[in-house]
């Protein structure tokens, strides 16, 4: 079992940046992959970023591509997910995920164990 806690969530005005946390304890020698993702209201669970655990390599959507950094302490065991130049369409409840699969993971389906999410709103 790995468990994952994010925080680091809140309200930002649009055009600032927020860097959300997620802690990793557990079986954290398992995981190949740490992923965010983030559900808007009404909306599908969308994958934003994700990280090799322990190769470092990170990969992103266009969506998101320049403005969302993904990072990992292997030593605290956490990772980062840094977000600049905020919009209102960022806002929703993001979430951190840890997969055991030997691929790098893109979607949903593809992970093992998920943290409770955190709120980000972005104001206008």
């Known amino acids: 079992q790995v468990q994952l806690v994010e925080s680091g969530g809140g309200l930002v005005q649009a055009g600032g940046s927020l860097r959300l946390s997620c802690a990793a304890s557990?079986?954290?020698?398992?995981?190949?992959?740490m992923g965010w993702f983030r559900q808007a209201p009404g909306k599908e669970r969308e994958f934003v970023a994700v990280?090799?655990?322990?190769?470092?390599?990170?990969y992103y959507p266009d969506s998101v591509k320049g403005r969302f950094t993904i990072s990992r302490d292997n030593a605290k065991n956490l990772v980062y997910l840094q977000i600049n130049s905020l919009k209102p369409e960022d806002t929703a409840v993001y979430y951190c995920?840890?997969?055991?699969?030997?691929?790098?993971?893109?979607?949903?389906?593809?992970?093992?164990?998920w943290g409770q999410g955190s709120q980000v709103t972005v104001s206008s």
């Open positions: 990280i090799g655990w322990w190769s470092g390599t990170s």
């Open positions: 557990g079986r954290t020698l398992s995981t190949s992959y």
């Open positions: 995920a840890a997969s055991l699969g030997s691929e790098i993971p893109t979607t949903r389906a593809r992970y093992d164990y």
